[in-house]
């Protein structure tokens, strides 16, 4: 081991058929390995440190015998200066297998955050949500990009073009940006500070969206004139009309009518208990129901039985747009979702009922965390006189000189 041995031509190495290893001379140690099935490949045995390493050069006849021996001198050369060629081969395969996997672009980092996180998130539309902004903001400008590189100037080059004319989709954007660039920091992917993270970085760059944003309120109609719509309402025929007039005798948001089922309802005790995975704040919420809420189910239970409370005629829910047609149609300008605004007002200035019982009736989160931590109950025995007044006034009021 070694010690130079006699030089071997390349006709003479062709012809070894010895197993084990057999030193070919030319560099010290340098051998061809012949094992049980015929095969042979290049070895170089040497000492460093006092233990005796085999390193690989490669398969005979794949690698000659002058690129053996150029391979060896190669490693003799680290050898003299103190380096272990295995240890060093093995460092250089980590290295090259860490690039392989820093490689990954933002768009693939993008995809697998998504795939990882949607089975937590409240909806399909909040998923799809994440995947429509990120495809048509952020992945035209850095989608290709290895998402180890992805800097400042790229997050800028994003966002500063919708910040102000879309700063909501700007700034959820951020966001998500963030929160992508983070999980491919946990996953070894990149090693630099996130650019995307706001506080004490680009709130120094970018104004704050509450600054430059005009609230876009949801158009609602004074609580003044709901009695008369109510009333005009009835008479149209259609089952988004009956959808809307149920959202707005429950104060609930449309989606959670329209995806309203049977199995969500007990008529007997009038209580509509709406799971957690339906609703904004993922926490379950019941609503009672007063009479004339429960006139609508009644009529509704007497029409041939569907799983929704308020179907499509191919038995799925509503569309989004259908209680908006309703109010085009009725040439109305509100939207079904300003009806809670209107609940809220007509609340705050035409009763006495507290402001947390308004609030639980929206399903909005009470106060502070430590407030609601003691606030262990949803109020509703209070609610349901509540919802049961809201009724008698929107049917049964008709507002003078409208």
């Known amino acids: 081991m070694g010690r130079k041995q006699t030089e071997l031509g390349a006709l003479a190495v062709s012809k070894i058929s010895r197993r084990g290893i057999n030193f070919v001379g030319g ?31 490669g398969g005979y006849p794949d690698v000659t015998l002058a690129q053996a021996r150029e391979a060896a001198r ?3 050369a680290k050898i003299k200066l103190g380096i272990d060629p295995v240890d060093d081969a093995r460092v250089a395969k980590a290295k090259l297998i860490q690039n392989s996997l820093t490689a990954m672009s933002f768009a693939q980092a993008a995809t697998q955050y998504i795939d990882t996180q949607e089975g937590s998130w409240r909806s399909a539309k909040h998923c799809q949500q994440w995947r429509n902004t990120i495809g048509a903001y952020a992945n035209p400008i850095i989608g290709r990009m290895p998402v180890r590189d992805v800097g400042l100037a790229q997050v800028l080059a994003i966002l500063e073009p919708i910040w102000h004319t879309k700063t909501d989709t700007g700034s959820r954007l951020r966001g998500r940006i963030q929160s992508i660039l983070d999980w491919a920091a946990a996953r070894g992917y990149r090693d630099e500070p996130n650019p995307a993270r706001w506080a004490g970085h680009l709130d120094k760059l970018l104004p704050t969206p509450g600054k430059i944003r005009k609230a876009a309120h949801h158009r609602a109609l004074p ?21 809307l007039e149920f959202t707005i005798l429950t104060a609930c948001r449309s989606g959670e009518v329209r995806g309203a089922m049977w199995a969500e309802f007990d008529l007997g005790a009038r209580v509509w208990t709406i799971p957690a995975e339906r609703m904004k704040a993922g926490k379950e919420h019941r609503v009672p129901l007063s009479e004339a809420a429960m006139d609508i189910l009644t009529v509704r239970r007497a029409q041939p039985f569907c799983d929704y409370v308020f179907p499509n005629p191919s038995g799925h829910p509503l569309s989004d747009m259908t209680l908006s047609a309703v109010l085009r149609r009725m040439k109305v300008a509100a939207v079904p979702h300003g009806f809670r605004s209107t609940f809220r007002d007509w609340c705050a200035e ?8 308004a609030e639980m009736a929206l399903a909005h989160a009470i106060g502070s965390k430590v407030e609601a931590a003691y606030r262990r109950g949803d109020l509703f025995g209070k609610r349901t006189q509540l919802m049961q007044d809201w009724a008698i006034f929107a049917h049964n009021r008709i507002c003078e000189g409208l």
């Open 74 to 76: 190669a490693a003799r």
């Open 27 to 57: 560099v010290a140690g340098l051998g061809i390995n012949v094992c049980a099935t015929g095969g042979r490949s290049w070895i170089l045995r040497y000492q460093i440190k006092g233990r005796r390493r085999d390193l690989g050069l």
């Open 350 to 357: 035409q009763t006495d009922y507290p402001r947390e019982v």
């Open 223 to 243: 609580y003044a004139e709901l009695p008369n719509f109510m009333k005009t309402l009835a008479d149209h025929e259609g089952m988004g009309a009956r959808a």
